[in-house]
């Protein structure tokens, strides 16, 4: 983290977790535990607690996302809920491009960026996912792949909107593996990813970009990762259903 630079945030990622009832009892268990947190405090929660975790993080230092967002305002797309939807919900902010919506759910690269576009269009504060599979890994194309699928997220975008958006470096193979990178793999994708933004928006934008690292991110390994001047937090998916794991993390990112 360069906290001198830009905003440290963890963000948790509960994906298909928790009725509106267990959101209650999760929320009700977190908000003690971070409420001195000295970085930005995320929960992604599904569509179905939006209501529940806007409400009981009122006046708290806890900021709630969705988990995706259409590009169009309204219409026939069965399934989906638009960002202006989200934002009269009292939602802040909104996961995009996640590897799972991209691999289960036929996200590409367009719809990432439609999405996001319309995100920031309606007021809402974005979390774009990229990441690499094992093969792209092991085939040495993670840089150019990564890097493409952020050219691709930000098409059309200013460096004004780059203010609202948080890139979260997610290599696939570390998504709920128990796998994590190591603290080099993670910052050293981070590293390219903001040698990207620098590229196409210049070094002030790229310095005051936060870019997250996700994937198997825990209690134990957290301290390692954030101690890297390139990783500014994290997405946290299975440690962000467990509120005292959770705020482990949220303490480390406070330093
Ligand atoms: C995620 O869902 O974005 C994630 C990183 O999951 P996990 O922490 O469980 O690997």
Same mark, same amino acid.
């Given at each position: 983290?360069?906290?001198?630079?830009?905003?440290?945030?963890?963000?948790?990622?509960?994906?298909?977790?928790? =009725?509106?009832?267990?959101?209650?009892?999760?929320?009700?268990?977190?908000?003690?535990?971070?409420?001195?947190?000295?970085?930005?405090?995320?929960?992604?929660?599904?569509?179905?607690?939006?209501?529940?975790?806007?409400?009981?993080?009122?006046?708290?230092?806890?900021?709630?996302?969705?988990?995706?967002?259409?590009?169009?305002? !309204?219409?026939?797309? =069965?399934?989906?809920?638009?960002?202006?939807?989200?934002?009269?919900?009292?939602?802040?902010?909104?996961?995009?491009?996640?590897?799972?919506?991209?691999?289960?759910?036929?996200?590409?690269?367009?719809?990432?960026?439609?999405?996001?576009?319309?995100?920031?269009?309606?007021?809402?504060?974005?979390?774009?996912?990229?990441?690499?599979?094992?093969?792209?890994?092991?085939?040495?194309?993670?840089?150019?792949?990564?890097?493409?699928?952020?050219?691709?997220?930000?098409?059309?975008? =200013?460096?004004?909107?780059?203010?609202?958006?948080?890139?979260?470096?997610?290599?696939?193979?570390?998504?709920?593996?128990?796998?994590?990178?190591?603290?080099?793999?993670?910052?050293?994708?981070?590293?390219?990813?903001?040698? =990207?933004?620098?590229?196409?928006?210049?070094?002030?934008?790229?310095?005051?970009?936060?870019?997250?690292?996700?994937? !198997?991110?825990?209690?134990?390994?957290?301290?390692?990762?954030? !101690?890297?001047?390139?990783?500014?937090?994290?997405?946290?998916?299975?440690? !962000?259903?467990?509120?005292?794991?959770?705020?482990?993390?949220?303490?480390?990112?406070?330093?």
């Amino acid at each position: 983290m360069n906290k001198a630079k830009r905003n440290a945030v963890i963000a948790g990622n509960w994906k298909m977790n928790k =009725t509106a009832s267990e959101a209650r009892e999760l929320i009700d268990g977190l908000l003690p535990l971070v409420k001195d947190a000295g970085c930005t405090v995320i929960i992604g929660v599904p569509f179905t607690d939006i209501h529940v975790a806007v409400e009981m993080t009122k006046g708290s230092n806890v900021h709630v996302a969705a988990q995706n967002c259409h590009f169009e305002a !309204s219409g026939a797309f =069965t399934g989906e809920v638009s960002a202006p939807m989200l934002k009269e919900e009292g939602v802040e902010y909104v996961i995009l491009g996640h590897s799972e919506r991209r691999q289960y759910f036929a996200e590409t690269d367009e719809t990432v960026n439609k999405r996001a576009r319309a995100a920031l269009a309606n007021g809402l504060k974005t979390i774009i996912c990229v990441g690499e599979s094992l093969d792209q890994r092991e085939a040495g194309v993670t840089k150019e792949f990564v890097c493409g699928q952020v050219v691709a997220a930000l098409e059309e975008m =200013t460096a004004e909107d780059l203010k609202n958006v948080i890139i979260a470096y997610e290599p696939i193979w570390a998504i709920g593996t128990g796998k994590t990178a190591t603290k080099e793999q993670a910052a050293e994708v981070c590293g390219f990813i903001r040698e =990207t933004v620098a590229e196409k928006y210049g070094q002030d934008v790229a310095d005051a970009l936060t870019i997250q690292y996700g994937g !198997s991110m825990n209690a134990k390994n957290c301290d390692e990762l954030l !101690s890297m001047e390139d990783i500014d937090g994290g997405l946290i998916g299975g440690a !962000s259903l467990k509120p005292a794991d959770f705020s482990v993390i949220v303490e480390a990112a406070s330093k």
